[in-house]
């Protein structure tokens, strides 16, 4: 109370001094806040150039178009050692966006089965879940890594005493080997009708909702999409006579030959990121449905309305919009986390961007380029998954 | 974030803020701190860079941060030593983090031109080869299509394979590591069929796995890998220090001198050795190195000369046993040469 007078008083007397007036010291901490950012960023950029300069080092990004050298065991797309380095980062930057999404549908679905089993009235269910929360999220996510590298998937059996599964599919510790698909000449008609399968269901959903919101009644929308998505493809491929035959991986005199494979690098990153963040989401999405208020489900039932569609029509939505924001940034460690991948030789953007590093010997570009690929990553997800909030959010009236 | 990135990251930031240390010349700055930073092996390379029981370091490539030590300091022990990676050891030597780079590093053009570097010494000259498990019954490197090989990520090594492959028209599968342990633990859990790194690399790793007997070192030889130690691009009197450290080494086993016998060819009449070991009246040898005239005096004495330091560390004296070959001195039909010290 007496500063509060205290300042109204010297406000009174602003006049005396102008070092008093609030505005006018707002103004200048912000401009020597603005200064010193200038100074430094113009510190650092002409030390790293005069540096750059002793060193006779040239700064610049030509020279990623330079011949790589070296060549790249998991590449999704064709690679040799003859392409450029931009190449060799693209081959990187797709592996680290492979182990992203497909750890990130892992985990979510994972997370979700986990969290609901928590809040499960099943003891020993309830029980198992949390063990797994508690033992997941208290480890460092490089020690799952190389408990899942080293611990399990080192211990398989060497490539010539692979395990033999059915269809041509071998395990060892060198990955999995699977068929290769080869597909024949009209195949691309499948995938044009999963296309129109799945137009096709996003229309009929979009009718049926309008009938049921004019004549309530319920249309079988799960039922028939699926029959849109899955039976469409499937018709055309047995339509066309089934054009696709397998390519079985055989054993080699070192390795199979052969097939295709999943190697223990990339499986062992994307278990232990899909089953660490699992642990994280499976917290978020229990918080969330603990959030939804216990009245909600009571005013349900009271309607009438069936517990199934209680969880999916009243209490997940509502929980979502608790979900979603913690649940973008678990999105985002986990893309992060898997720059973790250099540990155990997986072939990611850091990975390969310190061998061009190393090779090329330009570190600072190499860093702003990971620096710039991780952050647009980061704001993509970000963007995709605000919106997505906004679509999820009460609509207030 | 991954102990190679946060190296690098830290490696660039002191290349963007340590300005005004490095002005002074490495020189005076390694006497104004009191001892020589130097970056060694971290991956504890029998023979070239590691560290005993103890903690005490030693190999060919140690002994020569010694022989720099007891030149500059008359103190062979004046060292402190960085263990470095493949991939971190570029960006130490740039950002200043250590005063020279004794890694058995392959001088290339490219690394003394573009990552601005200077290399002219060569303590080992080496060659990249393959080991293979004695079981595949592999006798040369051209059977070896369609094999899965574990190679060092960052190294000229990783350059020369598939060049090599890709020459020879050969399939290969590359299994990539960043650290040398960790591919010598994917070779011995089978993870891959092959090995390949510097030939003298293969002796030392053979050594440490289980069972060394059951792996075999293919005749290839794929490469030229001159094993030198580099400093940062103009700062010439600190580079000729660091050449002239290995040259002195040299010069000692020509002129037959040894750590043992160094204080009896005191008084020796030969005036290319009196020069030699600082005993010529106002000589000025040292000091246009910047040094004290018993620079290589103190080399010899505290470190040895190089065949006594080849062969404690790599040679017969060593588990090793690798033979001199290329590393013989000239007048015995190897490279090892040094230029007139006069």
Same mark, same amino acid.
Request: aromatic fraction near 10%.
């Given at each position: 109370?007496?500063?509060?007078?205290?300042?109204?008083?010297?406000?009174?007397?602003?006049?005396?001094?102008?070092?008093?007036?609030?505005?006018?010291?707002?103004?200048?901490?912000?401009?020597?806040?603005?200064?010193?950012?200038?100074?430094?960023?113009?510190?650092?950029?002409?030390?790293?150039?005069?540096?750059?300069?002793?060193?006779?080092?040239?700064?610049?990004?030509?020279? !990623?178009?330079?011949?790589?050298?070296?060549?790249?065991?998991?590449?999704?797309?064709?690679?040799?050692?003859?392409?450029?380095?931009?190449?060799?980062?693209?081959?990187?930057?797709?592996?680290?966006?492979?182990?992203?999404?497909?750890?990130?549908?892992?985990?979510?679905?994972?997370?979700?089965?986990?969290?609901?089993?928590?809040?499960?009235?099943?003891?020993?269910?309830?029980?198992?879940?949390?063990?797994?929360?508690?033992?997941?999220?208290?480890?460092?996510?490089?020690?799952?890594?190389?408990?899942?590298?080293?611990?399990?998937?080192?211990?398989?059996?060497?490539?010539?005493?692979?395990?033999?599964?059915?269809?041509?599919?071998?395990?060892?510790?060198?990955?999995?080997?699977?068929?290769?698909?080869?597909?024949?000449?009209?195949?691309?008609?499948?995938?044009?009708?999963?296309?129109?399968?799945?137009?096709?269901?996003?229309?009929?959903?979009?009718?049926?909702?309008?009938?049921?919101?004019?004549?309530?009644?319920?249309?079988?929308?799960?039922?028939?999409?699926?029959? !849109?998505?899955?039976?469409?493809?499937?018709?055309?491929?047995?339509?066309?006579?089934?054009?696709?035959?397998?390519?079985?991986?055989?054993?080699?005199?070192?390795?199979?030959?052969?097939?295709?494979?999943?190697?223990?690098?990339? !499986?062992?990153?994307?278990?232990?990121?899909?089953?660490?963040?699992?642990?994280?989401?499976?917290?978020?999405?229990?918080?969330?449905?603990?959030?939804?208020?216990?009245?909600?489900?009571?005013?349900?039932?009271?309607?009438?309305?069936?517990?199934?569609?209680?969880?999916?029509?009243?209490?997940?939505?509502?929980?979502?919009?608790?979900?979603?924001?913690?649940?973008?940034?678990?999105?985002?460690?986990?893309?992060?986390?898997?720059?973790?991948?250099?540990?155990?030789?997986?072939?990611?953007?850091?990975?390969?961007?310190?061998?061009?590093?190393?090779?090329?010997?330009?570190?600072?570009?190499?860093?702003?380029?990971?620096?710039?690929?991780?952050?647009?990553?980061?704001?993509?997800?970000?963007?995709?998954?605000?919106?997505?909030?906004?679509?999820?959010?009460?609509?207030?009236? | 974030?991954?102990?190679?990135?946060?190296?690098?990251?830290?490696?660039?930031?002191?290349?963007?803020?340590?300005?005004?240390?490095?002005?002074?010349?490495?020189?005076?700055?390694?006497?104004?701190?009191?001892?020589?930073?130097?970056?060694?092996?971290?991956?504890?390379?029998?023979?070239?860079?590691?560290?005993?029981?103890?903690?005490?370091?030693?190999?060919?490539?140690?002994?020569?941060?010694?022989?720099?030590?007891?030149?500059?300091?008359?103190?062979?022990?004046?060292?402190?030593?960085?263990?470095?990676?493949?991939?971190?050891?570029?960006?130490?030597?740039?950002?200043?983090?250590?005063?020279?780079?004794?890694?058995?590093?392959?001088?290339?053009?490219?690394?003394?031109?573009?990552?601005?570097?200077?290399?002219?010494?060569?303590?080992?000259?080496?060659?990249?080869?393959?080991?293979?498990?004695?079981?595949?019954?592999?006798?040369?490197?051209?059977?070896?299509?369609?094999?899965?090989?574990?190679?060092?990520?960052?190294?000229?090594?990783?350059?020369?394979?598939?060049?090599?492959?890709?020459?020879?028209?050969?399939?290969?599968?590359?299994?990539?590591?960043?650290?040398?342990?960790?591919?010598?633990?994917?070779?011995?859990?089978?993870?891959?069929?092959?090995?390949?790194?510097?030939?003298?690399?293969?002796?030392?790793?053979?050594?440490?796995?289980?069972?060394?007997?059951?792996?075999?070192?293919?005749?290839?030889?794929?490469?030229?890998?001159?094993?030198?130690?580099?400093?940062?691009?103009?700062?010439?009197?600190?580079?000729?220090?660091?050449?002239?450290?290995?040259?002195?080494?040299?010069?000692?086993?020509?002129?037959?001198?040894?750590?043992?016998?160094?204080?009896?060819?005191?008084?020796?009449?030969?005036?290319?050795?009196?020069?030699?070991?600082?005993?010529?009246?106002?000589?000025?040898?040292?000091?246009?190195?910047?040094?004290?005239?018993?620079?290589?005096?103190?080399?010899?004495?505290?470190?040895?000369?190089?065949?006594?330091?080849?062969?404690?560390?790599?040679?017969?004296?060593?588990?090793?046993?690798?033979?001199?070959?290329?590393?013989?001195?000239?007048?015995?039909?190897?490279?090892?040469?040094?230029?007139?010290?006069?």
């Amino acid at each position: 109370m007496a500063t509060s007078t205290a300042v109204r008083d010297d406000g009174g007397r602003s006049k005396s001094s102008i070092l008093y007036n609030p505005v006018l010291r707002q103004i200048i901490y912000q401009v020597l806040t603005c200064i010193i950012i200038a100074w430094l960023i113009w510190y650092a950029a002409s030390n790293v150039a005069e540096n750059l300069a002793r060193a006779n080092m040239t700064a610049g990004f030509g020279f !990623l178009n330079g011949r790589a050298g070296f060549d790249i065991a998991q590449s999704a797309i064709p690679y040799s050692s003859d392409s450029p380095f931009t190449r060799a980062l693209l081959v990187g930057f797709i592996n680290t966006i492979i182990i992203a999404v497909c750890g990130i549908i892992t985990a979510t679905i994972v997370g979700l089965l986990v969290g609901i089993g928590r809040l499960s009235s099943n003891w020993l269910i309830a029980k198992l879940c949390t063990v797994y929360v508690e033992v997941f999220r208290n480890i460092p996510p490089l020690l799952v890594i190389f408990f899942w590298y080293k611990g399990v998937l080192s211990l398989l059996p060497d490539v010539r005493e692979s395990l033999s599964l059915p269809l041509s599919v071998f395990v060892s510790n060198r990955g999995i080997f699977m068929p290769a698909p080869i597909f024949g000449e009209r195949f691309w008609i499948v995938p044009v009708a999963l296309v129109v399968g799945i137009i096709g269901a996003l229309v009929y959903r979009r009718i049926a909702l309008k009938k049921q919101m004019a004549t309530g009644k319920a249309s079988p929308i799960l039922l028939v999409s699926l029959l !849109l998505i899955i039976g469409l493809p499937l018709l055309a491929f047995i339509a066309i006579g089934a054009p696709v035959t397998f390519d079985p991986p055989v054993l080699g005199k070192f390795n199979m030959r052969g097939g295709t494979v999943v190697g223990p690098e990339f !499986l062992s990153l994307y278990m232990a990121l899909s089953f660490y963040t699992a642990a994280f989401i499976a917290e978020i999405v229990r918080a969330g449905i603990k959030g939804v208020s216990k009245g909600q489900s009571e005013a349900a039932a009271a309607l009438g309305i069936r517990p199934g569609l209680t969880t999916r029509l009243i209490i997940l939505p509502q929980a979502l919009r608790i979900i979603i924001p913690p649940l973008t940034s678990q999105y985002l460690n986990l893309t992060k986390n898997s720059s973790l991948a250099v540990a155990i030789g997986f072939a990611d953007l850091v990975a390969v961007g310190g061998t061009i590093l190393n090779q090329s010997g330009h570190s600072i570009e190499i860093i702003a380029i990971w620096m710039g690929v991780y952050v647009t990553i980061s704001l993509a997800t970000s963007l995709f998954m605000n919106w997505f909030n906004t679509k999820m959010a009460l609509v207030e009236r | 974030m991954s102990k190679k990135l946060l190296s690098a990251v830290i490696g660039t930031a002191l290349l963007g803020l340590t300005a005004h240390t490095a002005s002074a010349g490495t020189l005076e700055d390694v006497k104004a701190k009191g001892f020589l930073q130097c970056g060694v092996n971290g991956s504890n390379l029998a023979g070239f860079g590691a560290q005993d029981s103890s903690g005490k370091w030693t190999g060919l490539d140690v002994d020569l941060c010694r022989a720099v030590a007891a030149a500059v300091f008359g103190d062979a022990s004046k060292v402190k030593y960085t263990p470095l990676s493949a991939k971190d050891r570029f960006p130490a030597l740039q950002s200043g983090e250590i005063d020279m780079l004794a890694r058995n590093t392959t001088w290339t053009i490219n690394r003394d031109t573009a990552l601005g570097f200077d290399f002219r010494a060569v303590n080992y000259y080496d060659g990249q080869g393959f080991m293979v498990p004695k079981k595949l019954n592999v006798k040369s490197a051209l059977e070896l299509s369609g094999a899965a090989v574990c190679v060092q990520s960052g190294t000229t090594t990783e350059l020369n394979l598939a060049d090599y492959f890709k020459a020879n028209n050969l399939q290969y599968n590359p299994v990539v590591f960043e650290k040398q342990e960790e591919v010598d633990a994917a070779y011995q859990a089978g993870r891959c069929d092959v090995y390949t790194t510097d030939q003298s690399g293969l002796y030392s790793i053979r050594l440490s796995l289980a069972n060394p007997a059951d792996h075999v070192i293919l005749p290839e030889i794929i490469s030229k890998e001159p094993l030198g130690p580099a400093v940062r691009a103009n700062d010439s009197k600190w580079f000729d220090i660091v050449s002239w450290a290995h040259y002195a080494m040299v010069a000692g086993e020509e002129f037959g001198v040894t750590s043992a016998n160094v204080d009896e060819k005191l008084k020796t009449d030969n005036p290319d050795l009196k020069r030699f070991l600082g005993e010529e009246k106002d000589q000025h040898i040292g000091k246009d190195l910047g040094l004290d005239e018993k620079w290589a005096y103190n080399i010899i004495k505290q470190v040895g000369n190089y065949g006594e330091s080849f062969n404690r560390n790599v040679g017969e004296g060593s588990p090793l046993k690798i033979a001199r070959g290329l590393n013989a001195l000239w007048t015995k039909g190897g490279l090892q040469y040094a230029p007139p010290i006069r």
